[in-house]
C-alpha cells in the first residue's frame, strides 16, 4: 500500500495539513516567474503550474494553469503526505471537469518546482529526490475531481458535501518526461506506460483485453469473458446484472444462509459459480492461501451498511462493532483479488459529514492500492429500483 496516505484515526477529523506557510520575506514581484512552464504559489495558500498567460485592456496580467492544493481532509477527503500535491478541477455546467484556472499574476508569491509523475510514491518522492533547485519541490500524482460549488454546500450552511466527485491516478500522459535523480545515485524516469503501472499492480500477464476466461467450446469456436466476484453477495442482485452483461461469475459469499440457499439456486446452475457461506474473514483466509485462484476482471462489494444507514437509530454496538471490522476487511479483499475493476454499493449516509471518517477512509483505502475512483449518490429509481432509495455508488478502476 502506498505509505503517502495517511490512516485516518477517530482523532483526525480535524484537518491538520493547513497550507504552506508563504515566506518570511516579502518577495519582489518582479523576482517570482510567471511564463508558462514555471510553477509558483499563489497567496491563497494554492498552487499553479502555468499553462499560459496574456495582458488584457487594463494592463493586467493573467495566468492560466492547473490548480494544485495541499489537500484536507473536510474539502477533498484526503490528506497526503508533505511536499505531495493535488490536481483540483471542478465541472462545468456540462458536467465535464476544467482542468485550467485563471488568476492574476499578481497573486504569484514565489516559484516553485512542481513534478507530475504517475509513480509510486514508494518509487521517487521528495525524501528521496536528489536534484538541486532553489525553489521547493513538490509532487503530484492524483488529481480530484470536486463538484460543483453549489452541489458541495447546498444547504449553504458551510458543511461540504460530495455527493459526486472523482479521485484519479495521473496516466501516462500527464507525467512529466524525464529523469529524477535519486539520492542513492540512481535515477528513475517521472513517467511509466500506464501498462507497466498495471503490471506493477497485477502481475505481468494477468491482464488480458477480452476478459480473463477464455474457453474451448468447438474445434473453431473459443469463448472469451470477463470475470467478476460478488462479495457480500444477498440474493444476487449484482450477479444477476453481471449474467445479462455476459460476464462470467466466478464466485460469491455471504454469512447468511437463506440468502445463500436461494443465490445458489439462482446462479450455480447457469454459470456454475462456487459459493461459499461464509463471512468475510474466513473467506478472505481462504484467498490469501489461493490468492491467483480467486483473481477476478472486476469484484463488486456490498459491505453492511448497518452502521451507516439513517435507519439505524437504535445502534446496536456489538453488531456495528462487527459490521465495521468487516468494513475495514474490504481492504484486504480487494488487494488480494487484484480485480482491474472493483464496484461498490453502500447507504448514501457514508458521505454524511457526521460518518465522513469511514467515507474517507474507503477513498484512502483504494488510493493506497493504485486504484483511480469515482462516486455518486443516485436515486435508484431512476433506474428502475420500484422504491425510493438512495445509494453511494463508487466505481473504481485499476
Not at 509558483?40 to 502555468?50: E, K, R
Not at 525524501?127 to 500524482?141: I, N, Q, V
Not at 480530484?144 to 495521473?170: F, W, Y
Request: aromatic share 10%; glycine share 6%.
Amino acid at each position: 500500500m502506498d505509505s503517502y496516505l495517511f490512516r485516518i484515526t477517530d482523532t483526525e477529523m480535524q484537518d491538520s495539513t493547513a497550507a504552506e506557510i508563504p515566506p518570511s520575506q516579502p518577495i519582489d514581484p518582479s523576482q517570482v516567474f510567471t511564463q508558462p512552464g514555471w510553477s509558483v504559489q499563489l497567496t491563497d495558500g494554492s498552487y499553479m503550474y502555468i499553462k499560459s498567460w496574456r495582458t488584457d485592456g487594463y494592463d493586467r496580467t493573467w495566468i492560466t494553469g492547473y490548480k494544485l492544493v495541499i489537500p484536507s481532509a473536510e474539502d477533498h477527503c484526503v490528506r497526503l503526505q508533505a511536499k505531495e500535491l493535488l490536481w483540483v478541477m471542478h465541472p462545468n455546467v456540462q458536467g465535464n471537469l476544467i482542468t485550467e484556472v485563471q488568476r492574476l499574476a499578481s497573486d504569484a508569491i514565489r516559484n516553485c518546482r512542481i513534478i507530475f509523475t504517475n509513480q509510486k510514491y514508494e518509487d521517487l518522492n521528495c525524501h528521496m529526490d536528489a536534484g538541486s533547485s532553489l525553489e521547493p519541490l513538490y509532487f503530484c500524482r492524483w488529481k480530484r475531481g470536486l463538484p460543483l460549488l453549489a452541489q458541495m454546500c447546498p444547504k449553504n450552511d458551510g458543511v461540504s458535501r460530495h455527493l459526486t466527485g472523482s479521485l484519479e491516478h495521473i496516466r501516462s500522459l500527464d507525467a512529466d518526461d524525464g529523469y529524477r535523480l535519486l539520492k542513492d545515485g540512481t535515477s528513475i524516469p517521472t513517467r511509466i506506460s500506464n501498462t507497466e503501472a498495471r503490471n506493477n499492480w497485477r502481475g505481468t500477464g494477468q491482464t488480458a483485453l477480452g476478459g480473463s476466461h477464455k474457453e474451448h467450446i468447438y474445434e473453431d469456436l473459443h469463448v472469451q469473458q470477463y470475470t467478476m466476484a460478488d462479495a457480500f453477495c444477498g440474493a444476487g442482485g449484482a450477479s444477476q446484472g453481471a449474467l445479462d452483461a455476459t460476464l462470467r461469475v466466478t464466485w460469491a459469499f455471504d454469512m447468511n444462509s437463506d440468502a445463500m440457499a436461494t443465490y445458489r439456486g439462482r446462479f450455480v446452475p447457469r454459470s456454475g459459480t462456487e459459493c461459499y457461506l461464509e463471512e468475510c474473514y474466513s473467506f478472505l483466509i481462504r484467498v490469501m492461501k489461493h490468492p491467483k485462484r480467486y483473481m477476478v476482471d472486476i469484484l463488486h462489494l456490498s459491505p453492511p451498511c448497518q452502521p451507516f444507514s439513517p435507519a439505524n437509530t437504535v445502534p446496536n454496538e456489538e453488531k456495528n462493532a462487527i459490521n465495521h471490522a468487516t468494513f475495514t476487511a474490504v481492504e484486504d479483499l480487494v488487494r488480494y483479488t487484484r480485480p482491474r475493476v472493483v464496484t461498490l454499493e453502500e447507504s448514501d449516509a457514508l458521505e454524511w459529514p457526521s460518518r465522513r471518517l469511514w467515507f474517507n477512509k474507503l477513498l484512502s483505502m483504494f488510493m493506497g492500492l493504485g486504484y483511480s475512483i469515482k462516486w455518486a449518490v443516485c436515486e435508484l429509481s431512476d433506474y428502475g429500483v420500484p422504491q425510493t432509495r438512495k445509494r453511494l455508488i463508487m466505481i473504481a478502476s485499476g
